[in-house]
């Protein structure tokens, strides 16, 4: 999706009937429930044009009933919960991921299912780079180490340097692209790219050697950052065996999906001091606690799937939902359509 998808004008009222009444379903107002916390401007469009239920209503619980449609985030959606809704039509997912949601099943069941990708790529971009940066720079370890109380023998602590550095980009899609792009004009980077599903001439206007093995990019990279979703080929695709080809001072990035990095592995191969360091957005289990482990190790930079979380790309990928939504339920085609 290109970024001119996601600065459309608004709000339009393209979905209202001519005489100005919301859209209506069987005689009555379309029933929308939003069954995860949104960002303000996805609610207050909706609330324009439809019987809106929000997550924190006691009713939300029985959207199965008479849901026309709903707008989800990270809620799971299972083949039993189509069965159940026989009235709805639309599941507008905020995000790109969408394997929380059982489209196999939403497709038997008539349900068009759409998404947000692209709306959050630069700020995903952003936080794999300053995962980065934190990893190297020891940032999260020091600032731990300063609030209780320790005084940091500054010489026992030393950081790593990024210019120049070979920088691997595991999947060259939209917010790959963008991180290759940070690193090669921030700090000069030569930039290690493997993708098998890209098309030959990926990244033409951008320096790059493209690599036919993941091994390859492994032994060679000094930061590992990967921008691919969770499939089953993709699960684990970092295991033991991977990490044990990487450098000792490298550094391993995650802002895709948990899953893809086997966590066991990785906080075996951190402990043992095998790579320098891990910044992980994303977790097996989510929202990350200290019941997982990972998070004591002072080499781990951790944050909560927040990557594409800052208030510009809520704002207009909340909007971005509404307004595939009412396009859908107008008879229009919506712009990312996973279902």
């Known amino acids: 999706m290109s970024e001119c998808l996601i600065t459309r004008p608004g709000p339009s009222f393209r979905h209202l009937r001519n005489d100005g009444e919301p859209l209506r379903h069987q005689g009555a107002a379309m029933k929308v429930y939003i069954l995860d916390k949104f960002h303000p401007a996805g609610i207050e469009l909706m609330q324009q044009h439809a019987d809106v239920v929000l997550w924190d209503d006691p009713n939300a619980a029985g959207w ?5 449609a709903i707008m989800v985030r990270m809620r799971p959606l299972t083949a ?19 394997n929380t949601i059982d489209l196999d099943a939403a497709r038997r069941h008539g349900v068009t299912v759409c998404n947000t990708p692209g709306v959050n790529s630069e700020a995903v971009a952003e936080m794999a780079m300053a995962l980065t940066l934190a990893v190297a720079r020891r940032v999260a370890d020091f600032t731990a180490r ?6 940091v023998e500054r010489a026992d602590a030393l950081g790593i340097e990024l210019w120049g550095r070979t920088v691997g980009v595991v999947g060259m899609g ?3 692209t963008r991180v290759a792009r940070k690193w090669r004009g921030a ?7 493997y993708d098998p599903l890209a098309p030959a001439n990926a990244w033409g206007d951008i320096p790059h050697e493209r690599v036919g093995a993941l091994d390859t990019l492994l032994s060679r990279a000094d930061v590992v950052t990967l921008h691919l979703p969770l499939t089953p080929q993709t699960r684990h695709l970092i295991g033991a065996a991977q990490l044990g080809l990487m450098k000792r001072d490298a550094i391993l990035i995650n802002v895709s999906r948990g899953g893809i990095v086997d ?6 191969a951190l402990q043992a001091g ?7 957005d994303v977790f097996e289990v989510e929202p990350p606690t200290t019941a997982n482990r990972l998070v004591s190790l002072p080499n781990l930079v951790a944050t909560p799937h927040a990557a594409g979380s800052t208030a510009d790309t809520q704002a207009r990928s909340s909007r971005l939902v509404a307004e595939q939504l009412l396009d859908v339920m107008a008879g229009k ?7």
């Open 263 to 268: 966590e066991d592995a990785l906080y075996d």
């Open 187 to 193: 700090f000069e980077t030569p930039l290690l790219a």
């Open 80 to 98: 039993d919960d189509f069965a159940k809704a026989k009235g709805l039509k639309v599941v507008a997912k905020q995000g790109v991921g969408v």
């Open 64 to 68: 199965h009933r008479d849901a026309d």
């Open 274 to 280: 095998r790579i320098f360091g891990a910044g992980l």
């Open 146 to 151: 300063i609030r209780a109380g320790e005084v």
């Open 174 to 176: 939209n917010i790959g």
């Open 333 to 339: 085609e919506p712009l990312s359509r996973v279902a």
